[in-house]
Structures are given as structure tokens and as C-alpha cells.
């Protein structure tokens, strides 16, 4: 299972330009107050199994924040998106991975990606009649970690007036400048950064890595970037470690990590009329 998610990852590396955006709404001391934690209005419909998966458009932080599009999305990326973890941290059947649905979906003025993560929630339970619990489980992982006198780090002089998130990085177009972009054809790709955290980096390497990678540098700062890495190695995320530590002084380790999973107990294939 590992090994194909990583072979898709580094097709999609490979295909060329890849901007991977931070997701999330500025942060804000007065947080708007939503009456409801649904959607005032979803369509949810089947679509064939051989749809392609297009990522999420518009919500929070984007340029469309009213409306909320997702054309051949699998449910465990929907669980994924409602519950704010990783694709492993979702467990349940198979066929999780293999039914695609279109969504459209209107979000209320002025909420929040938390807010939005709820409603995510509620519209599982209720189209999908989904039902999970919570498990701590230990996964087979990576910590990302900075020997002492080894950073090449620089701090970013993006201006604080700039908004910023700390949102896991998605394989999607971005919407700031806060950005980590990964470009470059042939074997060679780069990845240019610009006011990342060390936490976001870490999320990125584990979607490539397709298991936990946790950042244990215990720096707080954001920092721009750029290093080379090549993808024609067997392994892209052992390729982007070895750019990361010959580059930045970043070392990744092998570790084991306590998640907390999401356990699918219920849900329905086919979802509940509009």
C-alpha cells in the first residue's frame, strides 16, 4: 500500500510545475460567530468510480470562501479533510478509496477552516451516515530534527502583515505567498519555499513519505528555502531528506510515532438525496 501511494506521489512530481498551497483562514482574535455547523446548502452525488479526484476549490482562505468545490473526491479524503489528519490516520474498508462523488457545497459568511472542518463532519453523518471512534495507534515513522551548529536556515523577510497558516500543505495550488512550490522537469526538481515553518516542511515530506514525519527541531521561526532533489531515486521522500540535510542541516531520523486515528465503524456508498 505504501509502495503505491509513493509511486503516485512521484508521478505527480514528475509531471512538471506543482504549487503545494497552506490552506486555512488568516488568523483572526474575533472569530466570527457560526449559528449552524452545516453547510447552508451541499449537493452530494455518485460519480463513476473512474472520475478523477480534482482538488478541493474555494472555503476559507481562498478566493472563493461562499462555495466549496470537490469533483471525483474519495470518502477517506473527505474524513481526511473533516478531521484535519493524514490519509493514514483513516481507517476503515477498502472501498474508501474507490468511490468518487461530486460535491458542491455554500458555506456561511466568515467561517473559519475549523469551522468548515465541523461541517465536513456533520455532512458525513448525515448524507453518508458515517460513524467512527478514536484509537491511539503507533506508526512506523520519521522525525526531522536540526543537529546543534548544523542549520543553514534563513529566516524570512515576508512582512508580518502578510497572512499565515500552519495548515498541512496539500498537493494543490496555493493562495499566498506563503508558499512551498515544487518545479523543474528531467530527473531534477526544486522546491522553493517562502515563510515556511519547520512543522509545514515536515507535513510535506510526509505526504511524499506517505507516514508520519514530525518536526523535532523545536524552532519556531518561518524560513525561505530552496534545494534540489532527484526523482528518478527509488525513493523521492529519501532523495528530498538527504537535499534537506546536504542543504539546511536538516536531519531526518527513523522513529516511531503515537497518532491518533479515525476508526470508520459506518458508512454508506451511497449517499443520502439532496
Known amino acids: 500500500m505504501r509502495q503505491r501511494k509513493m509511486l503516485s506521489l512521484a508521478s505527480v512530481l514528475a509531471a512538471g510545475p506543482l504549487l503545494v498551497g497552506i490552506l486555512g483562514a488568516p488568523f483572526s482574535w474575533a472569530q466570527p460567530i457560526i449559528a449552524s455547523q452545516e453547510f447552508e446548502v451541499a449537493s452530494v452525488k455518485p460519480m463513476p468510480q473512474s472520475s478523477p479526484q480534482h482538488p478541493e476549490t474555494g472555503g476559507p482562505g481562498t478566493t472563493d470562501p461562499g462555495q466549496i468545490t470537490w469533483s471525483g473526491v474519495r470518502l477517506r479524503w473527505l474524513l481526511k479533510t473533516a478531521y484535519d489528519v ?14 468518487h462523488y461530486m460535491i458542491v457545497a455554500k458555506v456561511p459568511g466568515g467561517a473559519t477552516k475549523e469551522q468548515v472542518n465541523l461541517m465536513w ?6 448524507r453518508f451516515g458515517v460513524v467512527v471512534h478514536h484509537e491511539s495507534r503507533v506508526f512506523q515513522g520519521e522525525e526531522m530534527t536540526l543537529p546543534k551548529g548544523a542549520s543553514k536556515l534563513k529566516e524570512t523577510d515576508l512582512l508580518d502583515s502578510v497572512p499565515r497558516t500552519d495548515s498541512t500543505p496539500q ?58 532533489f532527484d526523482i528518478s531515486q527509488p525513493c523521492v521522500s529519501c532523495a528530498i531528506a538527504i537535499a534537506l ?15 491518533d486515528v479515525i476508526v470508520v465503524d459506518h458508512a454508506d456508498k451511497i449517499p443520502v438525496e439532496n
Open 86 to 99: 493524514e490519509l493514514y490516520q483513516v481507517s476503515g474498508p477498502a472501498w474508501l478509496d474507490a468511490e
Open 121 to 126: 463532519q456533520n455532512l458525513l453523518k448525515d
Open 171 to 228: 498537493m494543490m495550488p496555493g493562495t499566498g505567498p506563503n508558499d512551498l512550490i515544487v518545479m523543474g522537469d528531467g530527473d531534477t526538481r526544486r522546491i522553493l519555499a517562502r515563510a515556511q515553518s519547520l512543522a509545514q516542511v515536515a507535513a510535506f515530506l510526509a505526504q511524499v513519505a506517505g507516514h508520519p514525519v514530525i518536526d523535532k527541531t523545536g524552532l519556531t521561526g518561518r524560513y525561505d528555502f530552496s534545494v534540489e
Open 245 to 259: 540535510e546536504q542543504e539546511l542541516g536538516l536531519k531526518v531520523v527513523k522513529s516511531t510515532v503515537r497518532l
